[in-house]
Nanobody
Framework: QVQLVESGGGLVQAGGSLRLSCAAS????????MAWFRQTPGKEREFVAG????????YYADSVKGRFTISRDNAKNTVYLQMNSLKPEDTAVYYC????????????????WGQGTQVTVSS
C-alpha cells in the first residue's frame, strides 16, 4: 500500500518555474515506478513524466520534454517534478501516481494516486 501527497503547486507567470513534490508513505515506494499526470476540466488525464524505481530511467511526454525533469529520492520517499519555462497550456491539476509494475504512460495501469495539486500559469 502506498499513500501519495502532492505539494508545490501554485500560480506562476509564463516562463517561470515550479517544483512539485510527491511524498509517499508505505513500504513499497522504493520498488515502485512513479509518474506525474495532469488534467484540465473536461479533458482526460494525461501522462507528463515517468521514472523507474531506481531513478535510472526517465521518460516524458513530447509536450514537456526539455522543460520538465522528474527525479526521486528513495531515502526521502519523495518524487519531484521540476517544471521550467512554463506555458499557459501547462495549467492543470497535477497528480502523482505509483505502479507496482514497470512504468507506463497509461493512467489505468497505475495502482495509487495522490489528491492532486493545482498549477496555474498566467500569460
Amino acid at each position: 500500500q502506498v499513500q501519495l501527497v502532492e505539494s508545490g503547486g501554485g500560480l506562476v507567470q509564463a516562463g517561470g518555474s515550479l517544483r512539485l513534490s510527491c511524498a509517499a508513505s508505505g513500504q513499497t515506494f522504493s520498488s515502485s515506478d512513479m509518474a506525474w499526470f495532469r488534467q484540465t476540466p473536461g479533458k482526460e488525464r494525461e501522462f507528463v513524466a515517468g521514472i523507474n524505481w531506481s531513478g535510472v530511467r526517465t521518460y516524458y511526454a513530447d509536450s514537456v520534454k526539455g522543460r520538465f525533469t522528474i527525479s526521486r529520492d528513495n531515502a526521502k520517499n519523495t518524487v519531484y517534478l521540476q517544471m521550467n519555462s512554463l506555458k499557459p497550456e501547462d495549467t492543470a491539476v497535477y497528480y502523482c501516481a505509483a505502479r507496482r509494475g514497470v512504468g507506463s504512460r497509461r493512467t489505468y495501469e497505475y495502482d495509487y494516486w495522490g489528491q492532486g495539486t493545482q498549477v496555474t500559469v498566467s500569460s
